[in-house]
């Protein structure tokens, strides 16, 4: 069955320290992969999406990914993470509909 | 562009009752989703809808639940009756087409006590 993991269900940084939020998938063919974060009583908010093209996609709020097909990862990074980027992030693929992988909890303290 | 809208933001309510949850999707998109939110089991999509078509309802859990789309600007999830196991928080999201990002509702909490 198709589908993405996210092994960490929690990651704790310091501000100003690089963030990463990590997400392998097994997809057949070329998969359409995303990023979302939820916010805290909120729905999910797109972050960024890779389809084809270049590995490392840039999206909203500083976000970029970088699409590995030989590992088959997409990990979400983060050069400088802020207290505001604590959140709840989701991982996801594209088969006609959108499947989600557990949600990782990111924590960044002062 | 409001976004997508869901109403009620909050529903409390005992068990057997109906609840009807609501959804208006972002005009324009021709794809609605339904997902449930759990602590224990993540987000679950439980059914889909192109062009107002019920496409994949396989993630509906019961015939408790049922969904429908009666025109392109308003979907309803209704549990009939519903029970404690119901409670989580309930997300319409909608997208104008195939390969586009979802745009989320803020959900409606329902509590079944």
């Known amino acids: 069955a198709q589908s993405v993991a996210q092994p960490e269900d929690q990651v704790n940084v310091a501000e100003g320290n690089p963030l990463t939020v990590k997400c392998t998938y097994s997809v057949s063919g070329n998969p359409y992969l995303f990023w979302y974060v939820q916010y805290p009583n909120r729905g999910l908010q797109f972050l960024l999406k890779?389809?084809?093209?270049?590995?490392l996609v840039k999206g909203s709020y500083g976000f970029e990914a970088e699409f590995n097909k030989s590992q088959t990862s997409f990990h979400l990074k983060k050069p400088s993470a802020l207290v505001s980027d604590s959140a709840l992030y989701f991982c996801a693929f594209n088969d006609y509909k959108l499947s989600f992988g557990a949600g990782t909890t990111v924590t960044v303290r002062a | 562009d409001a976004g997508v809208i869901q109403s009620p933001r909050h529903e409390v309510t005992e068990m057997g009752q109906e609840v009807t949850l609501r959804c208006k999707p972002i005009s324009g998109h021709d794809y609605l989703f339904w997902y449930r939110q759990t602590m224990m089991r993540g987000l679950e999509l439980l059914i889909y809808?192109?062009?107002?078509?019920?496409?994949?309802d396989s993630g509906m859990p019961e015939d408790r639940f049922s969904a429908k789309m009666p025109n392109a600007s308003f979907s309803t999830l209704k549990i009939q009756p519903s029970e404690p196991r119901d409670s989580a928080v309930y997300f319409c999201?909608?997208?104008?087409?195939?390969?586009?990002?979802?745009?989320f509702g803020n959900g409606t909490r329902l509590t079944v006590t």
């Open positions: 809808f192109n062009n107002n078509v019920p496409i994949d």
């Open positions: 890779y389809i084809t093209g270049d590995n």
């Open positions: 999201a909608s997208r104008p087409g195939q390969d586009s990002p979802l745009h």
